[in-house]
T-cell receptor, first 110, second 115 residues
Framework: EDKVVQSPLSLVVHEGDTVTLNCSYE??????LLWYKQEKKAPTFLFML????IEKKSGRLSSILDKKELFSILNITATQTGDSAVYLC??????????FGTGTSLTVIP | DVKVTQSSRYLVKRTGEKVFLECVQD?????MFWYRQDPGLGLRLIYF???????EKGDIPEGYSVSREKKERFSLILESASTNQTSMYLC??????????????FGQGTRLTVV
């Protein structure tokens, strides 16, 4: 059965810490992996990854995909309270199929 | 251990049918959401509810309605399904919004095909 698993389920860190969020998947006909940040109502798109080993960066956030080991990580350096959110991983497969993780809840304490 | 449950993983409906997508959460969350995910468009908010019998339109409410009669259940209704509503539908729930609130959970998604 196709699935996406995120870990940890929740995380509490102090401002300035670096965090790594994990997303592993078992999905047939993989096309891409997506990361979102859920704040309030609607998730904000962060990254789309399609190729192994190519790091994508946006400010303090970065992400990389390993298609051999079937996982992705999302790194956040020098965390701030504004990074507190739920981070959602999703995998797109062919045929417009999407599989979602349950999210990782990150709380950054001042 | 499942926290947000969507009633169906796959659905195939005919154009013009009335369709109900059900979402149930067991965490006593106040907020519940319905999104749709389409390639190249990301996750878009259809409707959300912040309490029983309360609802607000999201970014793309046209063609949809919702019902929240009980705190744990949030239903998405397609009054007359159309082919452009073929999509992946995702439900989520979260705690009432407070400072540093980060608890939210997502369902597994429902792939709806309208033929």
């Amino acid at each position: 059965e196709d699935k996406v698993v995120q870990s940890p389920l929740s995380l509490v860190v102090h401002e300035g810490d670096t965090v790594t969020l994990n997303c592993s998947y078992e999905v047939t006909n993989f096309r891409s992996l997506l990361w979102y940040k859920q704040e309030k109502k609607a998730p904000t798109f962060l990254f789309m990854l399609t190729s192994s080993g190519i790091e994508k960066k946006s400010g303090r956030l970065s992400s990389i995909l390993d298609k051999k080991e079937l996982f992705s990580i999302l790194n956040i350096t020098a965390t701030q309270t504004g990074d507190s959110a739920v981070y959602l991983c999703a995998v797109e497969a062919s045929g417009n199929q999407f599989y979602f993780g349950t999210g990782t809840s990150l709380t950054v304490i001042p | 251990d499942v926290k947000v449950t969507q009633s169906s993983r796959y659905l195939v409906k005919r154009t013009g049918e009335k369709v109900f997508l059900e979402c149930v959460q067991d965490m006593d969350h106040e907020n519940m959401f319905w999104y749709r995910q389409d390639p190249g468009l990301g996750l878009r908010l259809i409707y959300f509810s912040y309490d029983v019998k309360m609802k607000e339109k999201g970014d793309i409410p046209e063609g949809y309605s919702v019902s929240r009669e009980k705190k744990e259940r949030f239903s998405l209704i397609l009054e007359s399904a159309s082919t452009n509503q073929t999509s992946m539908y995702l439900c989520a729930s979260s705690l009432k919004w407070v400072r540093l609130n980060t608890e939210a959970f997502f369902g597994q998604g429902t792939r709806l095909t309208v033929v």
